[in-house]
């Protein structure tokens, strides 16, 4: 179904602090049609840690999406994104950050930053249903990405 | 002016001279009728005769000179030479006439004329004659001769330079004229008294003195008379009633003959008498009129009295010094102030015993008295002018001020400030304080906003867990659980969703004030066309009527302006009634302000609620009916009052209702 090859799942990290949410976006996933395995890092460092595969995520996939929060314990959101935009193996995974905040400010600095896409979640479950459907069907199957590449 | 040793024996001397020079030098010749002791005595006669005459002659400055029928010199005496260098050669054969160079007076030449052809006798004939030692004046008696047979034969006579004597004469005339025109010309009457207090002389202007008493004005009146004269007339006011006092008074005071009387006379006139005693024991009178300078003394001295009584009057104290830094005017205030003692309010007081008094009670703080002194009067010269404050032991505060005067020295005020300063004060506290209450009020407003900011959005957080859940629940529970908890579920759906939008509403209104109110210029007019275009769907679906014109450009922040339109539209459109909506917006310009209008013919609103409507989350009415948090109207007045203006509303229950609302016209008319 994916452009990356059928057979194989879409590797999804989901960068969020708060479980609750996580859990909602993992039921919302769960709920579509795109087979996936969806990561959770709590905080920027972990997620850094989980791209890099460093401090014990040695050997976990390459993500094909992160799906990232702007506000975070220790480092945030814009730290991950700036890393990441800044790190040539890093630099073509896309970042679709998935935040509460609706501050033009934070919508400006991170496009500034090279964020794929902003989204602000919505309060009412159904949008935020829909939203992560139609992030799944536009990322995951409408999008054309860059070639995967092994990492050096 | 001719000697009187003249007079001599005329008839001896002619006879005696004649025979002496008909017959020259000859002694010889004996005279004819006389006998030898007749001619013995006769000739010693003679001779006596003529030694006489020559010592007489030689002694005389007199000349004799003699002339013929025809007028004509025939001789001349040798006095003659040497009293006027003439030779007498040269006049032998000129005729008398011919020496005349003028006369005294002009027809005196005429006279004298006629009178030498008529042969009569002349006595002292003056004329003026061309001499080697310049014009001379002779003076000349002559007597005519006759022969024997009565015929005329010429003059015989004397003459003498008189030139001193005449010049002498004149000058005594000139200095007399003088005399006269000088006192004429003085504007004083001028009296001269002798020993004997008899007048001598006065000027003509004294009868303007004596008025009436002209007959008496005249050399030989004693003084008294005047006196008693000018009295009966009644011009003295101060011998009425008592004559014989003022009469001796007067005298004693005339022969003193000092000082200065002056006098107040009947008929309104003020005189001021001088009298001095001459060397010969005369007296002198000078008189002056002085009533104009009297009237002027009097206006003068009205003035001074009116200005003192102004200048006490006044609330402030005054003191005015002069160059030699002495009290030339001061106030009762001035005393009052400072309480200087009452001996202090004098005229001519040295300004330095006021300061001298402030210093000895301490005022100007301690030190020495006599180093404060010194450094007060200098200030008071410094030729700038000055202010100081003084503060009385009392609390009292005078403001002193000084300036300098034209004419040296300086004028000073003093003003009681105490009120003043203590009103002062008291303004500076109030100002101060209420600055402070607009800080704390601005940090309390800042900190509530973002207060309001923070908790709204953190809890946002929360809340959609628990909303997201909750849906959640009701989307995979419903009707799996039993009816009880998908009613409960429902509530909790429902409560969330509304605490939602009125988090949604407080970041809305908290944001209004963290942003914007800026100064772009904002056309009211595009404003409110986006505000309508936002609420399309509602004005189509609710069939309202919105128009507007003649809208002015504000400037503002565009965003807030729409939102503050949006919402009174809306509001209007969520509180219409049955008939067909219609909203008009219009605006018109109010002094410094533009005032805008947003009316309905909505249901309108209680007078009571006409404030409560603007405060956050204030809802009139029933949610189910009319839904909202109801921070509308509180967006829409935080919006006015960031930008300067206010908000108000007019309705008339059941007609409509009109929100008014004024935004700053200044920064308008600077952006245009």
New interface residues.
Partial sequence: MGIQGADRPIEILLVED?A??AR?TQ?ALKEGKVRNNLYVARDGGEALAFLRQRDGYAGVPRPDLVLLDLNLPRKDGREVLAEMKQDPSLQTIPVVVLT?SEAEQDILRTYQLNANCYIT?P????K?MMIVRSIEDFWLTIVQLPPRMERV | MRPKACTFDWAGMETSVRKTRRHGRGRASAPRRAGPARRQSLEQRLRDAEERLRDIMEISSDWVWETDADHRFTHLSGRFFEVTGIAPETLIGTTRDALIHATLNPDDRQRHLAEIQAHLPFRDFIYQVRTAKGLRYFRTSGKPRFDADGRFIGYRGIGADVTEAIEANRRAEAEHRYFIEAIEAIPASLMLHDADDRLVICNTITRRFYPGLDHLLVPGTPFETLLRAQAARGFIPDAVGRLEEWIAERMQAHRNAQGTITRHLADGRWIQIIERRTSDGGVIGIRVDVTELKKQEQALARQTAFLQAVLDNISQGLSVVDGDMKLAAFNRRFLEMFDFPESFGEVGRPFEDFIRCIAERGEYGSGDVEEQVRRRVALARDPNPYCVEHVRPDGTVIEIRGNPMPAGGFVMTYTDITEHKRITRALKENAQQLAEYARDLQRSNTELEQFAYIASHDLQEPLRMVSSYCQLLQRRYRGRLDQDADEFIGYAVEGATRMQKMINDLLTYSRVGRTGGGGEAVACDEVVRTAVANLRIAIEESGARVTWRDLPTVVGDRTQLVQLFQNLIGNAIKFRSERPLEIDIWARRDGAFWEFAVSDNGIGIEPQYAERIFLIFQRLHDRSRYPGTGIGLAICRKVVERHGGRIWVTSEPGKGTTFHFTLSADAARRKE
Avoid at chain 1, 123 to 126: F, I, R, S, V
């Fill in positions: 708060n609750g949410d909602l039921e509460t979640k309060m009412d479950l159904d935020f």
